[in-house]
């Protein structure tokens, strides 16, 4: 039978299955067969792609960013997130027009594909823009247009709905089903309580917010409900497994006892709750209660980069110190989060997130000759805790191969960042000088 493409031999990590040596036969976007070379050759022709070098694993999955803040990365630095979000990042964000997030996604997705990640969850403004940049990149996203009320009044705030409504009507199943679309509320300090109410009405789909980021953002919550922000969100009827709650740093025993009962999913950022100091989210427990735990970046301006190896090494060093327990957030969980568990939290579980038969081909090859990935005593060791995304040679969406031994086929890269310098020469004009 002839198909569209052969990945041959390559050393595989299926996340479900132990890693082994497999020839996976694509067609048609999916991954139709996978076995051991000789079976699969007799089976099928097709392009081939020699992977008996590489490393060979399902795209990394990155459940929490605000893509087009890439071009903000570095504007403002080492300050906590209220001051950091309210005196540096919204007045700069104030002068971003379309054109700017189209260039700043654009510089985001390029950076995504590089360290491996195939799929992206995101939230922000003017996403008509970020949508387009999907489609000319060929990556898998869920997206959403990120809702606030604060300092809005009347109108406005109708506006804001409606803006989150038919952006998600509108880009739902676009770029032949790579895109998916949510509501996204951005948080329950900046949003009103008949506000993430009329959003839980209005939702046909998925819900993605920031949730107890901060011990302020918790204590504010605290002192205006007399409850926490998780007892507060069920309370308004958000908690659901169609819940994508971003950070879940400040949690009340009580608290994770209610996401678990509601099958809320958590995107866990540890370089950006590090970085701005929000704290430490208990994870271990989570996973121990049975909790889906994915990994996200955040934006670019508070991590400072997008990649999701570090994130995975981040995650598992950062539990390990929390709980005082070197066995806390072992490797193959990290892994997992960065994989599968990213997969499920936006619902796409049966799609992406492993390298099994019948799933969509989101895989990524990575240079099994890097010193970073030998000696291989253990694989999983080697990709949490030494690899840094700077073994990615090749990427795969959909079936579609973006990047081809470390070449970018759906962008030109001297192109986008002469667009990124001419937005970032606006911007320092009118936000630095
Ligand atoms: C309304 S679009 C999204 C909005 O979120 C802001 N943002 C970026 N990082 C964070 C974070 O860690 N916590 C809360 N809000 C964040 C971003 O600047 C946009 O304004
Ligand atoms: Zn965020």
């Avoid at 990394?60 to 803040?69: A, E, F």
């Avoid at 379309?98 to 996604?105: E, L, S, V, W």
Wanted: include cysteine; charged fraction near 25%.
């Amino acid at each position: 039978m002839d198909i569209d493409l052969i990945l041959k031999d390559g050393y595989t990590i299926p996340i479900t299955s132990k890693p082994r040596k497999l020839t996976i036969a694509i067609d048609e976007g999916r991954i139709i067969d996978l076995g051991d070379k000789k079976t699969i050759k007799n089976k099928y022709s097709g392009k081939e792609i020699d992977a008996s070098r590489k490393i060979v694993l399902p795209g990394l999955i990155n459940t929490h960013s605000h893509i087009p803040m890439t071009l903000l990365r570095g504007l403002a630095d080492d300050l906590p997130l209220k001051t950091w979000l309210e005196d540096y990042i919204w007045p700069a964000e104030a002068n971003l027009e379309a054109t700017d997030i189209y260039r700043g996604a654009m510089l985001g997705c390029m950076e995504l594909i590089k360290n491996g990640i195939t799929c992206f969850n995101d939230m922000y403004f003017h996403m008509e823009q970020v949508a387009e940049v999907v489609k000319e990149t060929g990556l898998r996203a869920n997206l959403s247009y990120g809702m606030v009320t604060k300092n809005k009044e009347g109108n406005e705030i109708e506006e804001e709905l409606r803006e989150g409504v038919s952006f998600a009507e509108r880009y739902q199943g676009q770029a032949d089903g790579k895109i998916t679309t949510s509501l996204a509320p951005h948080s329950p300090s900046t949003c009103s309580k008949s506000f993430l109410e009329e959003t839980r009405e209005k939702a046909r789909g998925r819900i993605q917010i920031h949730l107890s980021e901060t011990e302020e953002e918790f204590e504010e919550i605290h002192s205006k409900h007399g409850m926490t922000p998780v007892q507060y969100l069920d309370e308004i009827g958000l908690l659901s497994p169609d819940l994508l709650a971003a950070h879940s740093v400040h949690l009340a025993n009580k608290d994770l006892g209610l996401l678990h009962q509601n099958q809320v999913k958590v995107s866990h950022n540890p370089s950006s709750n590090m970085k701005l100091a929000s704290g430490a989210a208990p994870v271990q427990d989570m996973i121990d209660y049975g909790l889906t735990v994915s990994l996200g970046t955040d934006g670019a301006a508070s991590n400072n980069c997008l990649n999701i190896f570090r994130e995975m090494k981040t995650a598992a060093l950062l539990q390990k110190i929390k709980n005082g327990d070197p066995t806390s957030l072992k490797a193959r969980d990290a892994l997992k989060m960065a994989t599968i568990n990213g997969a499920s939290s936006l619902g796409l579980e049966d799609e992406i997130g492993s390298i099994e038969e019948g799933k969509k081909a989101d895989i990524i090859l990575l240079n099994g000759n890097e010193s970073t990935l030998n000696p291989r005593y253990d694989i999983v060791s080697n990709l949490v805790y030494s690899a840094n995304g700077s073994e990615v040679t090749d990427v795969l969406v959909d079936g579609e191969i973006i990047m081809r031994e470390n070449s970018l086929l759906t962008l030109d890269e001297r192109e986008v960042l002469k667009r990124t310098e001419k937005s970032s020469k606006k911007i320092r004009s009118k936000v630095i000088e």
